[in-house]
């Protein structure tokens, strides 16, 4: 594991010295990426039936089983509605974030 004062700060003189796709750089313990998002999901547990299926779906691993109940973790969640979108009986909303 990369500790914090170990992780080396990458600094890019110009766009030629760029990659040439996406990258996230450090360890993703320190990049919360879920200050990209501006919709957020709101699980409603009372009508959850508990599938999982929200869990097995998300791209960025943000959901967690507690209790045989999905919760997310808002750090890392960017928003991209996967989970509401295969949730089974529609029980996850996009929330618009407040500013
Ligand atoms: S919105 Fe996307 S990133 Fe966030 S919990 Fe759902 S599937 Fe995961
Ligand atoms: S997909 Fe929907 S019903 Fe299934 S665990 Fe997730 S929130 Fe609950």
Do not use: H
């Not at 992780?7 to 110009?14: D, P, R, T, Y």
């Not at 959850?48 to 109940?69: A, V």
């Amino acid at each position: 594991m990369i500790r914090k004062k170990e992780a080396k700060k990458i600094v890019f003189q110009s766009e030629k010295e760029m990659p040439m796709m996406p990258m996230s750089l450090g360890s993703m313990l320190y990049n919360k990426t879920g200050a990209w998002r501006n919709i957020r999901p709101v699980v409603d547990l009372e009508n959850c039936i508990q599938c999982g299926i929200c869990w097995k779906f998300c791209p960025d691993m943000s959901i967690f089983i507690e209790n045989e109940f999905p919760y997310v973790n808002y750090d890392y969640c960017k928003g991209c509605g996967i989970c509401a979108e295969e949730c089974p009986v529609k029980c996850i909303a996009m929330v618009e974030e407040e500013k």
